[in-house]
């Protein structure tokens, strides 16, 4: 595969915090590829440097050394790219996933992923169509008018993930999606991930702790005090 194919690269990428004797390296030198269409979990205990990772890669947590080309743009190296619109970038090639699925509690679920879209400046008509369509995919087409308060953890889960691909992200970014739910939904969140992934070409990073729920990933990244061990891609898929 041609670099400039690649949905994710990260050379080296660190992060201090802290100088002199106080200093905490929280993630050295990790350094990877991730392909459009795959799904990838990074596992590892609590502290071990998961969110700094993807907080890093998803342009919040300002790298202290290292490259992260995303879609084929260099937006760290050595810190942020002089003259970066990170807004823009996070806008037009990142969608985010929290374990909190942190909705508008005053805005329906239509309307919580109508506003992803009305801030790229997609029209309200067209924001009300493409919210509809993509709730109904995640089988909540019932639930489009129902308010966060009326919906389930798992339904909440599902239109925070429809919030997420409104934009169709190359990189999708997930911390701890499913760690309010129980099993069942939990592995149903996942499963909806991996298909998600192969349908729209999008690369998922999945923080997680709990190894029952990477059945069917295509990777998986392991991180241990900092430092991240992951397989490679094959070879005909380089």
């Given at each position: 595969?041609d670099r400039?194919?690649?949905?994710?690269?990260?050379?080296k990428l660190?992060?201090?915090?802290?100088?002199?004797?106080?200093?905490?390296?929280?993630?050295?030198?990790?350094?990877?590829?991730?392909?459009?269409?795959?799904?990838?979990?990074?596992?590892?205990?609590?502290?071990?440097?998961?969110?700094?990772?993807?907080?890093?890669?998803?342009?919040?947590?300002?790298?202290?050394?290292?490259?992260?080309?995303?879609?084929?743009?260099?937006?760290?190296?050595?810190?942020?790219?002089?003259?970066?619109?990170?807004?823009?970038?996070?806008?037009?090639?990142?969608?985010?996933?929290?374990?909190?699925?942190?909705?508008?509690?005053?805005?329906?679920?239509?309307?919580?992923?109508?506003?992803?879209?009305?801030?790229?400046?997609?029209?309200?008509?067209?924001?009300?169509?493409?919210?509809?369509?993509?709730?109904?995919?995640?089988?909540?087409?019932?639930?489009?008018?129902?308010?966060?308060?009326?919906?389930?953890?798992?339904?909440?889960?599902?239109?925070?993930?429809?919030?997420?691909?409104?934009?169709?992200?190359?990189?999708?970014?997930?911390?701890?999606?499913?760690?309010?739910?129980?099993?069942?939904?939990?592995?149903?969140?996942?499963?909806?991930?991996?298909?998600?992934?192969?349908?729209?070409?999008?690369?998922?990073?999945?923080v997680t702790?709990?190894?029952?729920?990477?059945?069917?990933?295509?990777?998986?990244?392991?991180?241990?005090?900092?430092?991240?061990?992951?397989?490679?891609?094959?070879?005909?898929?380089?």
């Open positions: 595969m400039m194919s690649y949905a994710i690269e990260v050379e660190t992060k201090i915090y802290g100088r002199g004797e106080t200093a905490v390296t929280a993630l050295l030198d990790a350094t990877f590829q991730v392909k459009p269409g795959e799904l990838v979990a990074i596992l590892g205990p609590s502290g071990s440097g998961k969110s700094t990772l993807l907080t890093a890669i998803g342009l919040i947590n300002e790298p202290t050394r290292g490259r992260v080309v995303l879609d084929g743009a260099l937006v760290a190296d050595g810190g942020w790219v002089a003259g970066i619109d990170l807004k823009r970038l996070r806008r037009e090639k990142l969608g985010f996933i929290f374990q909190a699925h942190n909705l508008i509690p005053f805005l329906t679920a239509q309307e919580n992923v109508m506003v992803a879209l009305e801030i790229n400046r997609v029209s309200r008509h067209d924001a009300k169509i493409r919210a509809a369509e993509l709730l109904g995919s995640l089988n909540l087409g019932r639930r489009l008018n129902n308010y966060p308060s009326a919906l389930s953890g798992g339904e909440a889960q599902r239109v925070a993930i429809a919030r997420a691909l409104a934009n169709v992200p190359k990189v999708i970014l997930a911390d701890e999606p499913t760690a309010a739910l129980d099993t069942e939904n939990g592995k149903n969140v996942m499963a909806l991930l991996k298909k998600l992934a192969v349908e729209n070409s999008s690369a998922i990073l999945v702790h709990d190894h029952r729920m990477v059945e069917g990933f295509d990777r998986i990244f392991e991180v241990h005090d900092g430092r991240i061990s992951c397989p490679p891609l094959a070879e005909g898929e380089r």
